[in-house]
Nanobody, 125 residues
Protein backbone atom coordinates (compact mmCIF):
# COMPACT_ATOMS: atom_id res chain seq x y z
CA UNK A 1 0.00 0.00 0.00
CA UNK A 2 1.23 3.47 -0.92
CA UNK A 3 1.06 6.52 1.32
CA UNK A 4 1.65 10.02 0.00
CA UNK A 5 2.37 12.93 2.35
CA UNK A 6 2.49 16.51 1.11
CA UNK A 7 4.30 19.41 2.76
CA UNK A 8 5.28 22.98 1.95
CA UNK A 9 1.93 24.72 1.65
CA UNK A 10 1.10 28.00 3.34
CA UNK A 11 0.21 31.64 2.91
CA UNK A 12 2.17 33.72 0.40
CA UNK A 13 1.74 37.13 -1.17
CA UNK A 14 1.02 37.52 -4.89
CA UNK A 15 4.24 37.21 -6.84
CA UNK A 16 5.80 34.99 -4.20
CA UNK A 17 7.03 31.42 -4.33
CA UNK A 18 6.41 28.12 -2.59
CA UNK A 19 7.84 24.66 -3.03
CA UNK A 20 5.64 21.65 -2.35
CA UNK A 21 7.04 18.23 -1.59
CA UNK A 22 5.39 14.83 -1.66
CA UNK A 23 7.05 11.89 0.01
CA UNK A 24 5.85 8.39 -0.71
CA UNK A 25 6.16 5.33 1.45
CA UNK A 26 4.99 1.77 1.35
CA UNK A 27 6.53 0.80 -1.97
CA UNK A 28 8.69 2.41 -4.58
CA UNK A 29 6.98 4.60 -7.17
CA UNK A 30 10.06 5.00 -9.34
CA UNK A 31 8.33 3.43 -12.36
CA UNK A 32 5.04 5.34 -12.06
CA UNK A 33 3.77 8.72 -13.16
CA UNK A 34 3.28 11.20 -10.32
CA UNK A 35 1.85 14.66 -10.19
CA UNK A 36 -0.16 17.37 -8.53
CA UNK A 37 -3.85 18.19 -8.67
CA UNK A 38 -5.49 21.19 -7.06
CA UNK A 39 -8.99 22.08 -5.92
CA UNK A 40 -9.85 25.78 -5.59
CA UNK A 41 -12.68 26.77 -3.25
CA UNK A 42 -16.02 25.77 -4.74
CA UNK A 43 -14.46 24.20 -7.82
CA UNK A 44 -13.57 20.75 -9.06
CA UNK A 45 -10.19 19.13 -8.63
CA UNK A 46 -7.98 19.37 -11.71
CA UNK A 47 -4.55 18.26 -12.89
CA UNK A 48 -1.84 20.89 -12.48
CA UNK A 49 1.32 19.01 -13.43
CA UNK A 50 2.52 15.48 -14.05
CA UNK A 51 5.90 13.81 -14.50
CA UNK A 52 6.65 10.39 -15.89
CA UNK A 53 8.84 7.83 -14.17
CA UNK A 54 12.14 9.11 -15.59
CA UNK A 55 11.35 12.81 -15.72
CA UNK A 56 11.65 12.82 -19.50
CA UNK A 57 7.97 13.63 -20.08
CA UNK A 58 6.23 16.46 -18.24
CA UNK A 59 2.74 17.92 -18.41
CA UNK A 60 1.50 21.32 -17.21
CA UNK A 61 -1.94 22.79 -17.40
CA UNK A 62 -1.89 26.00 -19.43
CA UNK A 63 -2.49 28.35 -16.50
CA UNK A 64 0.77 27.37 -14.75
CA UNK A 65 3.15 27.02 -17.71
CA UNK A 66 6.27 29.12 -17.22
CA UNK A 67 5.56 29.58 -13.50
CA UNK A 68 5.49 26.06 -12.00
CA UNK A 69 8.15 23.35 -12.26
CA UNK A 70 7.59 19.71 -11.35
CA UNK A 71 10.50 17.40 -10.58
CA UNK A 72 11.17 14.12 -8.84
CA UNK A 73 13.92 12.33 -6.97
CA UNK A 74 13.36 8.60 -7.25
CA UNK A 75 16.13 7.83 -4.77
CA UNK A 76 14.14 9.77 -2.17
CA UNK A 77 10.69 8.65 -3.39
CA UNK A 78 9.75 12.33 -3.56
CA UNK A 79 8.11 14.61 -6.10
CA UNK A 80 8.27 18.40 -5.94
CA UNK A 81 6.32 21.34 -7.28
CA UNK A 82 8.16 24.66 -7.41
CA UNK A 83 5.61 27.45 -7.73
CA UNK A 84 6.79 30.93 -8.72
CA UNK A 85 4.96 34.16 -9.55
CA UNK A 86 1.97 32.96 -7.57
CA UNK A 87 -1.42 34.54 -8.22
CA UNK A 88 -4.56 34.68 -6.07
CA UNK A 89 -6.20 32.26 -8.49
CA UNK A 90 -3.59 29.65 -7.54
CA UNK A 91 -5.24 29.45 -4.11
CA UNK A 92 -6.35 25.85 -3.62
CA UNK A 93 -5.77 22.61 -1.80
CA UNK A 94 -2.92 20.87 -3.64
CA UNK A 95 -2.97 17.08 -3.76
CA UNK A 96 -0.10 14.79 -4.62
CA UNK A 97 -1.17 11.94 -6.87
CA UNK A 98 0.40 8.74 -8.16
CA UNK A 99 -0.71 6.46 -10.94
CA UNK A 100 -0.06 3.14 -9.29
CA UNK A 101 -1.74 1.06 -11.98
CA UNK A 102 0.23 1.70 -15.17
CA UNK A 103 4.04 1.78 -15.01
CA UNK A 104 6.16 3.57 -17.60
CA UNK A 105 3.29 5.70 -18.88
CA UNK A 106 3.13 9.34 -19.93
CA UNK A 107 3.03 12.34 -17.62
CA UNK A 108 -0.67 13.10 -18.12
CA UNK A 109 -1.99 9.56 -17.58
CA UNK A 110 -3.75 9.24 -14.25
CA UNK A 111 -6.16 6.44 -15.13
CA UNK A 112 -5.71 5.23 -11.57
CA UNK A 113 -5.04 7.58 -8.69
CA UNK A 114 -3.59 7.24 -5.23
CA UNK A 115 -4.04 10.51 -3.35
CA UNK A 116 -2.27 12.33 -0.59
CA UNK A 117 -4.29 14.24 2.01
CA UNK A 118 -3.53 17.62 0.49
CA UNK A 119 -1.86 20.84 1.54
CA UNK A 120 -3.42 24.30 1.51
CA UNK A 121 -1.86 27.04 -0.61
CA UNK A 122 -3.25 30.54 -0.12
CA UNK A 123 -2.10 33.47 -2.23
CA UNK A 124 -3.25 36.73 -0.74
CA UNK A 125 -1.99 40.15 0.24
Amino acid sequence: QVHLVESGGGLVQPGGSLKLSCASSGRTLSTYTMGWYRQPPGKERGLVAGINWSGSNIYYTDSVKGRFTISRDNAKNTVYLQMNSLKPEDTAIYYCVANTLTPYTVASNFNSKTWGLGTQVTVSS
